[in-house]
C-alpha cells in the first residue's frame, strides 16, 4: 500500500529494519499472539501489500494500544506505534471508514463529550480567560462526566494563587488512536495558537492521557500534572476503612509519574498492589477505542482488570484517569448484577477516582449512565444524532 505519511512509513521501516521477530511482545497481548504475526511481519505487510485479510484489519483496530508490548520487547521497540502507524494507513486508504469512530472526532464542533455538555447543561464560560499564564485542562471525560470535580480542582488550584482559566477541550489524543494523523496535526496547531494568543506558559492537566499527549507540543509552554501539585501542597487522602488498590493507566507505564503520585497521596492507607501495576499495568477496556469497534473485547478487557482488584482482597480501586474509572465502573455494575457468590461480593467493590478522595465528592455513576443513555433517545437524541450527522466542517477551535 502507498504509504504518503513520512512518520508512518518511518515507523513502518524501523519495525522492518530493527525487529528481529523474537515474538517476547506476544506474552500477554491476545492481539499479536492471536494475529501470529512479528511486527516486522506486520510492517513487511503494511508496505508491500495493497489489500489486507479481514482478521488482519480486526486485529489492528482491537489493539488497545496500550504498550504493555514494549514492556517486554529486549529492544526498547513499541509496538503500539507500529499499531498506530497501521491505523494511519487503513484510514488513509479508505480501508478503514473512519465515520464508524464518529462521535469521537474531537476536532468537529459535535462530538460525544460536547454533546453530553450541551445536553446536560454542563458549561465553563464563567472560567474561562482570555488572557491566563496559568490553563486547567481537565480532560474531556473529567471535564463532562464530574464536572463538580472539575470546579472544585479549578478552584483549588486558584486558591494556590495561580492566575488561571481552564480549557474543558480534548487534548485530540482520539484523533490519532483512530488514524486522522493529519486532522490530529491540524488540532493540535489550532490549540497552540489558541494557548499562544491566551499567553498560557504553563498547563496543569488531571488526566493521564492529556498528561503525556501534550508533552512537547507547545513551544514555551510547561505541562503539569494536577496530581504532583496536590502532593506538593502536602494534600494526603485519610486513612478509609480499609486496604486500598490502585489502577495505573497506561500511558503512566513508562515514567510512571502519574501513579507515583497518586500513591503519595494515598500513604496514610494500606496499599496492596494488582498483579498488573505501574509498569506493567494492564488496560481498562477503554484503551484504543476498541469499544467502537467490538463492545464485548472491551468489555471483557475490564472484566480482567476488575479481576485482579477482586483478587488483590481490598475494597477500593483508585485510580487518575477518569476514562479508566468509568470504563471499569460501568462493567462492574454488569457483573454485580451477574455475580452473588464470590469470595468478596463485586457489589463490596468501589472504583473511585482520586481527586473524589481529596476534595471529598463522590460521582454518581447510576445518573452519569442514565444520562449518557438519555442523550440517545427520543426528541434530544434524534437533535443529537443529526447534530453529528450534519457536522460534517471540521470546526474552528474557540
Not at 12 to 17: A, G, H, N, R, Y
Not at 21 to 41: D, I
Not at 57 to 63: G, H, L, P, S, T
Not at 183 to 199: C, M, P, T, V
Request: hydrophobic share 35%; net charge negative; proline share 3%.
Amino acid at each position: 500500500m502507498k504509504v504518503s505519511n513520512f512518520r508512518t512509513e518511518q515507523t513502518l521501516k524501523k519495525f522492518t529494519e530493527k525487529c528481529v521477530s523474537c515474538r517476547l511482545c506476544f506474552k500477554e497481548c491476545e492481539v499479536l499472539s492471536g494475529l501470529n504475526l512479528s511486527p516486522a511481519t506486520i510492517a513487511e505487510i503494511l508496505l508491500t501489500r495493497d489489500q489486507f485479510s479481514i482478521d488482519f484489519i480486526e486485529a489492528i483496530q482491537k489493539c488497545s494500544l496500550c504498550g504493555l508490548c514494549s514492556h517486554n520487547c529486549p529492544l526498547g521497540l513499541y509496538p503500539n506505534e507500529l499499531m498506530m502507524a497501521a491505523r494511519e494507513l487503513l484510514v488513509s486508504g479508505q480501508t478503514v471508514d473512519s465515520d464508524d469512530y464518529r462521535v469521537l472526532q474531537v476536532d468537529h464542533e459535535h462530538h460525544i463529550f460536547s454533546l453530553y455538555r450541551k445536553t446536560w447543561q454542563i458549561e465553563y464560560q464563567k472560567l474561562h480567560r482570555k488572557q491566563s499564564p496559568v490553563l486547567f485542562f481537565p480532560g474531556c471525560t473529567l471535564s463532562s462526566y464530574a464536572p463538580r470535580l472539575t470546579r472544585t480542582a479549578y478552584y483549588w488550584l486558584q486558591q494556590q494563587g495561580m492566575d488561571i482559566g481552564l480549557n474543558e477541550q480534548c487534548c485530540g489524543l482520539p484523533l490519532e488512536s483512530i488514524g486522522l494523523f493529519d486532522r490530529h496535526l491540524k488540532y493540535i496547531n489550532r490549540l497552540e495558537k489558541e494557548f499562544s494568543d491566551a499567553g498560557v506558559k504553563q498547563i496543569v492537566t488531571a488526566c493521564p492521557n492529556c498528561f503525556y499527549h501534550l508533552q512537547g507540543k507547545f513551544a514555551g509552554i510547561e505541562v503539569l500534572s494536577l496530581y504532583q501539585l496536590l502532593v506538593d501542597a502536602g494534600i494526603r487522602v485519610a486513612a478509609m476503612d480499609g486496604p486500598v488498590t490502585i489502577h495505573d493507566s497506561c500511558p503512566d507505564r513508562l515514567s510512571g509519574q502519574i501513579g507515583c503520585s497518586v500513591r503519595t497521596l494515598l500513604d496514610k492507607n494500606i496499599q496492596v498492589e494488582m498483579i498488573h501495576h505501574k509498569e506493567s499495568t494492564i488496560c481498562c477496556g477503554a484503551g484504543g477505542l476498541v469499544s467502537m469497534v467490538d463492545p464485548q473485547l472491551s468489555n471483557q478487557r475490564a472484566a480482567t482488570r476488575l479481576e485482579e482488584f477482586q483478587q488483590s482482597s481490598t475494597n477500593y480501586c483508585v485510580s487518575a484517569c477518569m476514562g479508566c474509572v468509568k470504563r471499569l465502573e460501568s462493567v462492574h455494575k454488569e457483573l454485580s448484577a451477574d455475580k452473588s457468590d464470590n469470595e468478596k461480593p463485586l457489589s463490596q467493590l468501589q472504583i473511585i477516582h482520586i481527586l473524589e478522595l481529596v476534595f471529598n465528592l463522590r460521582i454518581n455513576h447510576e445518573e452519569l449512565q442514565q444520562q449518557l443513555e438519555l442523550m440517545w433517545q427520543g426528541e434530544q437524541g434524534e437533535q443529537n444524532i443529526q447534530l453529528l450527522t450534519e457536522d460534517t466542517e471540521i470546526q474552528t477551535v474557540t
